[in-house]
């Protein structure tokens, strides 16, 4: 697959709207949240059914600090409390499931938990018999989408502070990972993890630009797929930068 350039996230070359008192209301909301998922699918992100039912559900606005809120809906990631982190682009998530192929049932974990939203989907689209397990590093980032993921009724989702690039082993094996910050190389702990025939996503930082990359761990090794570009936040702890 040729590599594609399309918009990622950082706050370095974004344009972050200002802070300002939220005004719009829930009818607001639900109609700019149809819209999106209506421009997803045109432009080609969004294309399996579960992942649409997914983004038409969770109010992506209920996942966002107060005074970014009415931005919900607009393709900038937008930041959150906690030392670095942000909430990706509403078109991120597309573009993140689908390559991934996540779907009912499976065994789901996330790597930058951020502000819980992306989790919220993912809880949406593995259905009751899957499991989401999400693993965010920064323990302010940790408490604000625990909240907003208690107060949206996300109840089942199970969330672990530490250092995603060890993996949480209790968990294991998962059939698919995303983790939302970009490195050098996949953690070593995440590909024994990965259950065979799973799949990986992630942004890798390689020849002075990220790609976002696919993994699937078949019978005859790793096979590799890059998606396109994009620019994510660098993954700390043991696999990150100076780790
Ligand atoms: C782009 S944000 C996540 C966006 C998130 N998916 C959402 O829906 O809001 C990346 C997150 O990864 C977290 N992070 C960075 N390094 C990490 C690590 N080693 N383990 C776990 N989380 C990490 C950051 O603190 C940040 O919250």
Request: with cysteine; aromatic share 6%; glycine share 12%.
């Amino acid at each position: 697959m040729g590599v594609r350039r399309c918009r990622g996230e950082h706050m370095r070359g974004w344009v972050i709207p200002p802070p300002r008192e939220p005004v719009k209301g829930e009818e607001e909301f639900r109609r700019e949240r149809k819209e999106k998922v209506a421009s997803l699918t045109r432009k080609g992100y969004l294309r399996s059914e579960r992942i649409r039912e997914a983004l038409l559900k969770v109010p992506r606005e209920d996942f966002i600090p107060r005074l970014y809120r009415d931005y919900a809906y607009e393709e900038v990631p937008l930041p959150l409390p906690g030392e670095e982190a942000t909430i990706s682009c509403p078109h991120s998530y597309p573009l993140f499931y689908e390559p991934l192929g996540l779907d009912r049932g499976h065994r789901f974990l996330e790597v930058g938990l951020g502000s819980g939203y992306g989790t919220a989907l993912a809880r949406e689209i593995v259905g009751e018999k899957g499991l989401v397990l999400a693993m965010e590093i920064d323990p302010v980032t940790l408490a604000f989408a625990e909240n907003n993921l208690r107060r949206t009724g996300y109840h089942d989702v199970v969330l672990v502070q530490g250092d995603g690039g060890l993996g949480h082993r209790e968990g294991a094996p998962y059939d698919r990972i995303c983790m939302t910050a970009a490195c050098d190389q996949i953690p070593p702990p995440l590909l024994d993890q990965l259950e065979a025939g799973g799949r990986l996503i992630a942004p890798i930082e390689e020849g002075g630009v990220q790609n976002l990359v696919v993994l699937e761990k078949g019978a005859k090794g790793l096979e590799r797929k890059v998606i396109c570009q994009v620019l994510y936040i660098s993954l700390r702890g043991r696999y990150g930068k100076g780790g």
